[in-house]
């Protein structure tokens, strides 16, 4: 959320003309963020913005994603400032290279940077010392070259790439890695104005003291497709995608599983390539589909079945495990252990609830053609006298007293066979009701 201060956004800038335009960046960076970032500062610029605030709390992210960002900051034609903020927050990895590529750094109180070193793991849980190098010179080599372009301290932000350090806010301030520390936006306003600074547009003098305020959040679209850019989500709406789809297969006709299936794997896929994705992790959890399938398709003895529960657990514990370093950008992901624990049970349930309603169709006698009205009821819509017709299953079908005798019309019998389209049947009990609903004939059908 925004600070007090800005509470009043829509009242004081409600245009974004010649306003103070605050962006909030919370989560990871991703391509929304970026889409986010590039879309806003265009924005800013086209309506004559006197600066725009990022207001920032990130564990890192993409690297091409940050690349992305602190492109478009370089080129802004409006200032930028990127504000640590709210007490608590941090510009770990991504955030780093964010907050040194800015017009303006500022942090508020009890933030933190840094952290910036490649993380990752090998297939023996070992990070390959040759990728981790190569990595990390890239990544220095970017951050010394943005810090030198802002004028700030491009020793230390090397050495947050290459050793991982972090640093509070005064400590920040103190090595000229920000320019300053902010209680709130009002308070980081107030230190601004006045500030020259350089854009792609040229030098710019900062008036925002008392500037009207212009709130440039995420729309909605860019919202939702960031909230589903996280590993939790991203598993959970591949685990229903998933199961939708294979409970359309062994159901067809209902639509809604697999509707809801369809919809659930598109925005998984589209989460899935937003994340540092391990697809070995992806590739179990096809294998999981793959047996499940075939376990459906089987006796249902459960042996397929327990793989592809096994496989669906590997899948998710895999799924955002890098095989190789990733960059300094991006913090350490992993599907939480409750959801992953949740889904499987899930998957699991799923699982067994088919087995289960398999082994009893197997073990009960399918019946087609005429077996399937052998020993029902119906009611005779006129005198059989033999032949007439009675009411079955909300129809008139023609019938035949079996024994040749008469029965009366509104009377039970029993079907005992079918011949070609025709009813045999034998009179039943009186005190056996007959087909509910039966329609009474007119009087010339009952005469008949």
Known sequence: MLSAPAALFAQDGATGQDAVHILEVRGVINPPVANYIRRALEDAAAQNARLAVIQLDTPGGLDSSTREITQAILAARVPVAVYVTPAGARAASAGLFILVSANVAAMAPSTNTGAAHPVGLGGDGQADPVMVDKVTNDAAATIRALATTRGRNAEWAEQAVRESVSITEYEALELNVIDVIARDLDHLLEQLHGRTVQTAAGEVTLDVANAPLYDASMNFAEQLLHIISTPDLAFILLSIGTIGLIAELYNPGTFIPGIVGVISLIFAFFALGNLPTNWAGVAFIVLAVVLLIAELNTDATGVLGTGATIAFLLGGLLLFRPLRPVSPTMPDLSVNPWVLAAATALFAGFLML????????????????????????????????????????????????????????????????????????????????GTPGAPVPSGEERSR
């Open 354 to 433: 088919v087995i289960t309603q398999l082994a009893r169709t197997r073990k009960t006698p399918l019946l087609t053609g005429a077996e399937q009205y052998v020993g029902r009821l119906a009611t005779t819509y006129q005198e059989l006298a033999p032949r007439g017709r009675v009411w079955f299953e909300s129809q008139l079908w023609n019938a035949v007293v079996q024994t040749g005798e008469t029965v009366p019309a509104q009377q039970p019998v029993r079907i005992i066979g079918v011949d070609g389209l025709t009813l045999i049947v034998e009179p039943a009990p009186t005190s056996q009701p």
